[in-house]
C-alpha cells in the first residue's frame, strides 16, 4: 500500500509529466491541480507528526520538523502555481516567451516543487545531499528561463556557487560519518537522522566542530548566509517573479532544514559550539542585508537582500536555543515565507506594468495600479516588522528570547538592524506610490494574479492577530523537542 510520502512525491513526478503531454495552455491548469493536491494530500500526514506520531518506513522519516517545511512548500507551491498562469501569459503577449516556454516552464516547476518535498522527507543525510543538490540542478533552468545574458549569467552564478557549496556540506556529511563509524561500526543506517540523533553523545567532538563548520558553510551558501550569498540577488532578480517567490520561501527553507538537523546533532556533542556559529552568520547576514536594502535600486534585488535579513533573523532565533526563541524562529519562517510571496508578487504586478525592474522610475503606483499598490504597501508593512503583521510576531518573539536568555547585546543588534531595514524598505517602496505615472501602464489583470496575493495578505494578517491553539501547540512541541527540553 502506497503511504503518504510517496503520494506526495508522486504526485508533483506525475504533473510534470503531464504538462509534457497535455494540450496546448494546459500546462498551467495541470500544475495547480498537482500543487493544490500536494498540499491536500500532506495535511493528514502533518498532523499526526505535530501530534507526535512520526512516519519513519524505509528511506522516510518525517516528524514535526520536516512537517512544518513541507506544508508551507506545498502552499507556496499552490500559490505561485495559481500566480504563473496570468504571469507567463503576459509574458508571451509581450513577445518575452512562446507557448514551448510555458511548457518547459511547468515541467521543471514541478519538478523544483518534487525535489523540495524530497528533502524534507528522507532519514539519509546522504540522501537529502542529493535531493539538495537536485533543487539546484533543477531550478537554475527556472533562474535563466528568459534566456537573456544577464538570466543565463545569474544561473550559472547560481549553479557554480551553490554546487561548491553543497560539495562543502558533503565533506560535513563525511566528517559526521567518520565521527559515528566507531560507534555504529558498518550499520546501514550510520547516516539516519533517528540513529545519528541517538548516538550524537557519544561521537568525536573536534570532528563534530570540523563536521558543523563545513555543513554551515555549504548549506549556508543554498540558504543565502553572509558572506556566501553573492548568487541569491542575482538569481531572484532574473528569475521569473513566481520562481523568485518560490526561490525565497521555499528553497531557502530546504537549506536551513538541513543545518537544523546538524545544529541538533552538534548541540548534543558540543554544546554551545553550533549556537555560537549561527549567531554569528545570522547577525552577520542581518546586517550586511540591511546595508544593501538601503542603497538598491532594483526591487526584486531588494526583495532577495531582505530574504537574507530574515533567514539571518531566523539563524539568530534557533541560535539562541531557548524554546521561546525557537518558537518565535519556527514561527518566522512561516510569516517570512507567507509575506515575501506576497511582496514578491505584488512587485510582479508593477514590474510587468510599467516596463521596469528600477523602482525609481516608478511613479504614481497608487493611480495607476491601486490594488497593487494596497498589496505591495501591506506587504511592506509586514515584511519589515510593523504590527499587526506575522512578520512582527515572530521578530518579537525572537528578541524576547534573546533577552530572557540574557543576550541584550544580541537583541539590540537585531533590532538596531530591523530599525536600518524598515528605514530602506518603506522609503524604496512608499516613493513608488506618490505623484503621477508617467507612460503607458499596463497593468496586469485577472482573479489569478490577486487571488494568491489576497489570500497570502489574509494569512499573514490572520496569524499576525490570532494565532490558533492547534498551530502554537504544534510549534511549541517542535520547540520542546529541538531544546531538549522533553
Same mark, same amino acid.
Given at each position: 500500500?502506497?503511504?503518504?510520502?510517496?503520494?506526495?512525491?508522486?504526485?508533483?513526478?506525475?504533473?510534470?509529466?503531464?504538462?509534457?503531454?497535455?494540450?496546448?495552455?494546459?500546462?498551467?491548469?495541470?500544475?495547480?491541480?498537482?500543487?493544490?493536491?500536494?498540499?491536500?494530500?500532506?495535511?493528514?500526514?502533518?498532523?499526526?507528526?505535530?501530534?507526535?506520531?512520526?512516519?519513519?518506513?524505509?528511506?522516510?522519516?518525517?516528524?514535526?520538523?520536516?512537517?512544518?517545511?513541507?506544508?508551507?512548500?506545498?502552499?507556496?507551491?499552490?500559490?505561485?502555481?495559481?500566480?504563473?498562469?496570468?504571469?507567463?501569459?503576459?509574458?508571451?503577449?509581450?513577445?518575452?516567451?512562446?507557448?514551448?516556454?510555458?511548457?518547459?516552464?511547468?515541467?521543471?516547476?514541478?519538478?523544483?516543487?518534487?525535489?523540495?518535498?524530497?528533502?524534507?522527507?528522507?532519514?539519509?543525510?546522504?540522501?537529502?545531499?542529493?535531493?539538495?543538490?537536485?533543487?539546484?540542478?533543477?531550478?537554475?533552468?527556472?533562474?535563466?528561463?528568459?534566456?537573456?545574458?544577464?538570466?543565463?549569467?545569474?544561473?550559472?552564478?547560481?549553479?557554480?556557487?551553490?554546487?561548491?557549496?553543497?560539495?562543502?556540506?558533503?565533506?560535513?556529511?563525511?566528517?559526521?560519518?567518520?565521527?559515528?563509524?566507531?560507534?555504529?561500526?558498518?550499520?546501514?543506517?550510520?547516516?539516519?537522522?533517528?540513529?545519528?540523533?541517538?548516538?550524537?553523545?557519544?561521537?568525536?567532538?573536534?570532528?563534530?566542530?570540523?563536521?558543523?563548520?563545513?555543513?554551515?558553510?555549504?548549506?549556508?551558501?543554498?540558504?543565502?548566509?553572509?558572506?556566501?550569498?553573492?548568487?541569491?540577488?542575482?538569481?531572484?532578480?532574473?528569475?521569473?517573479?513566481?520562481?523568485?517567490?518560490?526561490?525565497?520561501?521555499?528553497?531557502?527553507?530546504?537549506?536551513?532544514?538541513?543545518?537544523?538537523?546538524?545544529?541538533?546533532?552538534?548541540?548534543?556533542?558540543?554544546?554551545?559550539?553550533?549556537?555560537?556559529?549561527?549567531?554569528?552568520?545570522?547577525?552577520?547576514?542581518?546586517?550586511?542585508?540591511?546595508?544593501?536594502?538601503?542603497?538598491?535600486?532594483?526591487?526584486?534585488?531588494?526583495?532577495?537582500?531582505?530574504?537574507?535579513?530574515?533567514?539571518?533573523? &531566523? =539563524?539568530?532565533?534557533? %541560535?539562541?536555543?531557548? $524554546?521561546?526563541?525557537?518558537?518565535? /524562529? +519556527?514561527?518566522? !519562517?512561516?510569516?517570512?515565507?507567507?509575506?515575501?510571496?506576497?511582496?514578491?508578487?505584488?512587485?510582479?504586478?508593477?514590474?510587468?506594468?510599467?516596463?521596469?525592474?528600477?523602482?525609481?522610475?516608478?511613479?504614481?503606483?497608487?493611480?495607476?495600479?491601486?490594488?497593487?499598490?494596497?498589496?505591495?504597501?501591506?506587504?511592506?508593512?509586514?515584511?519589515?516588522?510593523?504590527?499587526?503583521?506575522?512578520?512582527?510576531?515572530?521578530?518579537?518573539?525572537?528578541?524576547?528570547?534573546?533577552?530572557?536568555?540574557?543576550?541584550?547585546?544580541?537583541?539590540?543588534?537585531?533590532?538596531?538592524?530591523?530599525?536600518?531595514?524598515?528605514?530602506?524598505?518603506?522609503?524604496?517602496?512608499?516613493?513608488?506610490?506618490?505623484?503621477?505615472?508617467?507612460?503607458?501602464?499596463?497593468?496586469?489583470?485577472?482573479?489569478?494574479?490577486?487571488?494568491?496575493?489576497?489570500?497570502?495578505?489574509? &494569512? =499573514?494578517?490572520?496569524? %499576525?492577530?490570532?494565532? $490558533?491553539?492547534?498551530?502554537?501547540? /504544534? +510549534?511549541?512541541? !517542535?520547540?520542546?523537542?529541538?531544546?531538549?527540553?522533553?
Amino acid at each position: 500500500m502506497m503511504i503518504d510520502v510517496e503520494i506526495i512525491l508522486l504526485i508533483p513526478a506525475a504533473a510534470a509529466l503531464l504538462s509534457a503531454v497535455s494540450p496546448k495552455g494546459r500546462a498551467a491548469s495541470v500544475s495547480v491541480i498537482g500543487s493544490a493536491a500536494v498540499l491536500i494530500a500532506s495535511i493528514p500526514m502533518c498532523i499526526r507528526a505535530f501530534e507526535g506520531t512520526v512516519t519513519e518506513y524505509g528511506m522516510w522519516y518525517v516528524d514535526g520538523l520536516s512537517s512544518l517545511f513541507i506544508l508551507i512548500i506545498g502552499m507556496i507551491g499552490v500559490m505561485s502555481a495559481m500566480y504563473s498562469r496570468g504571469y507567463l501569459l503576459r509574458d508571451k503577449e509581450e513577445g518575452e516567451i512562446g507557448t514551448g516556454d510555458i511548457r518547459q516552464y511547468h515541467i521543471m516547476f514541478n519538478l523544483f516543487l518534487a525535489t523540495m518535498l524530497s528533502v524534507c522527507v528522507v532519514s539519509s543525510v546522504g540522501v537529502m545531499w542529493i535531493a539538495i543538490e537536485m533543487t539546484t540542478l533543477v531550478s537554475a533552468f527556472l533562474v535563466g528561463f528568459y534566456r537573456r545574458n544577464s538570466a543565463l549569467e545569474a544561473a550559472w552564478k547560481y549553479l557554480m556557487i551553490c554546487s561548491v557549496g553543497i560539495t562543502l556540506g558533503l565533506v560535513g556529511i563525511t566528517l559526521v560519518y567518520a565521527s559515528s563509524s566507531h560507534i555504529l561500526g558498518d550499520d546501514p543506517g550510520a547516516l539516519n537522522w533517528p540513529i545519528l540523533f541517538e548516538a550524537a553523545s557519544g561521537l568525536d567532538p573536534v570532528l563534530i566542530k570540523m563536521a558543523f563548520v563545513f555543513i554551515i558553510i555549504g548549506f549556508g551558501t543554498k540558504m543565502g548566509l553572509v558572506p556566501m550569498h553573492t548568487w541569491l540577488p542575482d538569481a531572484h532578480s532574473q528569475s521569473p517573479t513566481p520562481i523568485s517567490a518560490m526561490l525565497s520561501a521555499a528553497l531557502l527553507n530546504c537549506a536551513l532544514y538541513a543545518i537544523l538537523r546538524f545544529q541538533m546533532i552538534a548541540e548534543a556533542t558540543v554544546p554551545g559550539f553550533a549556537s555560537a556559529l549561527m549567531i554569528g552568520f545570522g547577525i552577520l547576514s542581518l546586517a550586511v542585508a540591511g546595508a544593501f536594502i538601503l542603497i538598491s535600486k532594483d526591487i526584486k534585488r531588494m526583495l532577495a537582500y531582505s530574504s537574507i535579513e530574515h533567514m539571518g533573523i &531566523i =539563524t539568530i532565533g534557533f %541560535g539562541i536555543g531557548t $524554546p521561546l526563541a525557537v518558537f518565535g /524562529a +519556527l514561527f518566522h !519562517i512561516i510569516a517570512h515565507s507567507v509575506t515575501k510571496s506576497l511582496v514578491f508578487f505584488s512587485a510582479g504586478n508593477v514590474i510587468q506594468g510599467y516596463g521596469t525592474r528600477d523602482m525609481d522610475s516608478v511613479r504614481g503606483l497608487g493611480k495607476s495600479m491601486p490594488g497593487t499598490a494596497f498589496m505591495l504597501g501591506a506587504g511592506t508593512l509586514a515584511i519589515v516588522g510593523l504590527p499587526p503583521f506575522s512578520v512582527f510576531v515572530g521578530e518579537i518573539t525572537i528578541l524576547s528570547g534573546a533577552i530572557g536568555a540574557g543576550m541584550y547585546h544580541i537583541a539590540l543588534l537585531i533590532a538596531a538592524f530591523i530599525v536600518l531595514v524598515f528605514a530602506g524598505f518603506t522609503r524604496n517602496i512608499f516613493s513608488m506610490m506618490r505623484g503621477e505615472p508617467s507612460g503607458k501602464i499596463k497593468a496586469p489583470r485577472g482573479i489569478l494574479r490577486m487571488l494568491p496575493m489576497t489570500v497570502l495578505f489574509l &494569512i =499573514t494578517l490572520f496569524l %499576525g492577530l490570532f494565532m $490558533p491553539e492547534q498551530m502554537s501547540d /504544534a +510549534l511549541w512541541s !517542535i520547540a520542546d523537542w529541538f531544546t531538549g527540553a522533553v
